[in-house]
């Protein structure tokens, strides 16, 4: 059944999957698997984030990660996206979020604030030049694409730089002002060279500007924006005049943006989908409650870091389940039983769970083996070895750290604390081992050594020290066979 008849009671003609590839970018194998189960789930489209995974060349080729796509991969991305009907939007940060390119010591001077990567210095020639160079290597890789998103979400530090000091001294000048010129500059540039390309921006940096200062501005006519919102209880009312007030600026189209995964927190490991479910929802009643045309369609992101610099939150695997959940409620107007057996059928998961974490061992879908893992040692790595250091009552008995940094033990209690130690070691270290080969399958080589160091080396560190004490402490002492 194509989209396009499944669509008929989402009030949302779009539904874009974020797929954020400035963390654990999943390798193209992994994407011809998940591409197939997205377009049969509802999506339609796909808002591709590419940061440093995108093929930069010439003067901006140290902005590629170690493993970016190749410029055939992206084609290959492409076609594959074709081939599972997801109109592919791909999205070049242009003004905040700009640390993968202002991290560079070649592109710093361009930084609003000198010591802060975050965001472009809009006040400089050179700045509007280099995301001009972005944008075209981007759209030569994706001609035809019928929305470019430029980002412009999160401009921290905007007027804090030198420049904009003293430009903002001068009368009439506002923040509000210097933003909208500079997104405004970025708006201009696509259209001039690709007049068939619509720009996006996130909506944060505008909520605040009065209704006049946004008409006034000449932006509304430009852009499309997408109103992000990913909280579980987010403000419908709220949402409604703040749509409303953009369409009486002049904004002809408007987009929703909830969350799949990543949104949670920033060191979060499992999807917490009862929350993301709750939040698509509340996104649907958004769309009830205005006319039936007011928003083009909805992006669900899926975060895979907060910023450039922060850790891994739910790697994509992970997260599938509370994509499909939140896909096919937006599909059907709920998660009803019907729905929840869809979902379960498309997983190949016989009861899904949302209100706890995905029973282990669950679902035949792709990377469902990692969710399995994953959701093995999340609930119970940290807590076993936890029970063994810090409520075994012969470790806290008699093999404390006072013991342990003087190297003391009774020699009974080697054999009441080590075989369960080397027991729980060589158990973890067996699903470890499991984990680590099918994150391999699915995620270049940096991403798989992140996520273990960050999830399972500290626990299993702990282990492996308690052994080492052990066995320090239990090497012959000079005390034995002479008298007290």
């Known amino acids: 059944m194509k989209n396009s008849e499944m669509s008929g009671s989402s009030p949302f003609k779009m539904r874009l999957v974020h797929l954020d590839l400035k963390g654990a970018p999943p390798k193209v194998s992994y994407l011809s698997e998940v591409f197939p189960l997205f377009h049969a789930l509802g999506a339609n489209g796909l808002l591709l984030e590419y940061e440093d995974m995108f093929p ?42 700009m640390e993968f390119v202002l991290k560079h010591k070649a592109l710093a001077h361009l930084r609003e604030v000198a010591l802060f990567p975050n965001t472009l210095n809009p006040h400089e020639a050179e700045s509007l030049a280099l995301v001009g160079a972005m944008i075209s290597q981007v759209m030569e890789l994706h001609p035809g694409a019928r929305w470019l998103h430029v980002g412009c979400d999160e401009v921290y530090y905007l007027g804090e730089g030198e420049a904009s000091r003293q430009w903002l001294q001068q009368e009439h000048n506002t923040k509000a002002r210097l933003c909208l010129s500079h997104i405004k500059a970025v708006a201009c540039h696509v259209l001039a060279r690709h007049p068939t390309t619509r720009p996006l921006v996130w909506d944060d940096m505008l909520r605040a500007i009065p209704e006049d200062q946004l008409s006034a ?40 943006a909830s969350a799949f995964k990543g949104a949670t927190g920033a060191s979060q490991a499992l999807t917490p989908t009862e929350h993301h479910l709750r939040n ?205």
């Open 217 to 256: 501005s000449g932006v509304p006519q430009l852009v499309e924006p997408v109103l992000w919102d990913y909280g579980a209880d987010l403000d419908i009312h709220g949402k409604a005049l703040l749509m409303e007030k953009y369409r009486k600026c002049g904004f002809l189209r408007l987009w929703a």
């Open 280 to 484: 698509n929802m509340q996104w649907l009643r958004v769309a009830a409650s205005g006319p039936s045309d007011m928003l083009q369609g909805i992006v669900l992101t899926g975060w895979q870091r907060y910023d450039h610099f922060s850790v891994l939150c739910e790697l994509l695997p992970v997260g599938i389940p509370s994509l499909a959940v939140c896909l096919q409620s937006l599909l059907h107007g709920g998660f009803a039983e019907d729905v929840k057996a869809k979902v379960e059928n498309f997983l190949g998961i016989s009861n899904l769970e949302i209100t706890d974490f995905i029973s282990e061992g669950a679902g035949t879908f792709p990377g469902s083996d990692i969710l399995a893992l994953v959701t093995h040692v999340g609930l119970h790595l940290r807590s076993s070895v936890d029970a063994l250091l810090e409520r075994d009552r012969y470790v806290t008995g008699w093999f404390s750290p006072y013991h342990r940094r003087r190297r003391l033990i009774h020699p009974v209690m080697v054999q009441h604390i080590q075989p369960q130690a080397l027991s729980l070691l060589a158990r973890w270290s067996t699903v470890v081992q499991e984990l680590e080969a099918a994150l391999h399958r699915v995620f270049y080589p940096d991403a798989v050594e992140e996520w273990l160091e960050e999830n399972v080396q500290p626990s299993l560190r702990r282990l492996q020290g308690l052994l080492q004490d052990l066995r320090e402490a239990a090497s012959p002492s000079p005390y034995v066979g002479q008298d007290p």
């Open 56 to 97: 930069y060349e010439g003067h901006l080729r140290l902005l590629r990660a170690k493993h970016a796509y190749s410029p055939p991969e992206i084609k290959e991305i492409l076609r594959l996206a074709t081939l599972n009907e997801l109109e592919v939007i791909p999205l070049v940060q242009t003004f905040g979020h």
